[in-house]
Structures are given as structure tokens and as C-alpha cells.
């Protein structure tokens, strides 16, 4: 988990996400994120332990409106439960999703990181039967 927070920390230092915040959602939800050497970050969170993640580094609330979200419209007293319902809005396992995820592994490979294919068997080959 410490790996995660450096991780988050170091993509909000940067910028890294800015503008793609569900796709940033999709692979800290689905995808395996690892460091340029191999040592594993993550294989996935669920949205319970994401919102808290979110919470402890501080994330801008002001971001959900990137995902069309209103942040008064969120539960303002509780970041845990903010950051749940912005997730639970965000269509994370949508194609829109996907996209934006693909659209940050380039900059997250920069900053070191590898970031695993989008779950279901997207970005494989399909497969062949024979008959």
C-alpha cells in the first residue's frame, strides 16, 4: 500500500493524470501496475480500498468534475465515502475507461511504471477455434 501512495503522489507531482482521472480509476482498479524493474505496485484494488487510498493522499475533490461529477453533490463530510460514489459514477469498466487508460501508460511508463492490459483479454490476440 505504501508503493500505491508513492505512486499517487508521484503522478499528482507531475500532472501525470490531469484530464484522466477515469482512466487513472480504471488501472488502479483492473490492471497490474508494476515498477520498470518488475516489482509488482499493485493487481487491482476494489473501490472500498481506492476511495480510502484517495483519501489518505489527499486527492483534489475538485477533480471528480473531470468525470462529470459535481463535488457538492458528493458526501462532503466523509472523503472515503466521496471518493466511493465518484468511483461508483465513473464508469471505470467502460471503453471510455479503457481509452483514457491507454492514453496514460505512455506517461506512466516516463515516470517508471508498467502498467498490465485492460482485464478481460483486451490487448490479446483473439482467439481461433478449430473445427
Known amino acids: 500500500m505504501d508503493q500505491l501512495r508513492e505512486f499517487l503522489n508521484l503522478v499528482r ?6 484530464g484522466e482521472l477515469r482512466g487513472l480509476l480504471h ?5 497490474r501496475l508494476s515498477t520498470s ?4 505496485v499493485s493487481r487491482g484494488q476494489s473501490w472500498r480500498a481506492l476511495a ?10 475538485e477533480d471528480v468534475r ?9 458526501p462532503p463530510r466523509d472523503r472515503q465515502r ?9 464508469g471505470v469498466h467502460s471503453p471510455a475507461a479503457a481509452a483514457s487508460a491507454d492514453r496514460l501508460v ?3 511508463k516516463a515516470l517508471g511504471y508498467v502498467v498490465g492490459p485492460a ?7 483473439p482467439s481461433r477455434r478449430r473445427r
Do not use: C, M, N, V
Open 13 to 18: 507531482r507531475h500532472g501525470t493524470a490531469r
Open 66 to 74: 473531470e468525470l462529470g461529477l459535481d463535488p457538492a453533490a458528493l
Open 37 to 40: 524493474d518488475g516489482t509488482e
Open 52 to 61: 480510502g487510498l484517495l483519501k489518505q493522499a489527499r486527492w483534489e475533490p
Open 119 to 125: 482485464p478481460g483479454g483486451a490487448g490479446k490476440p
Open 82 to 90: 466521496f471518493w466511493y460514489s465518484a468511483i461508483a459514477q465513473a
Open 106 to 108: 505512455g506517461p506512466l
Open 27 to 31: 488501472i488502479l482498479i483492473g490492471r
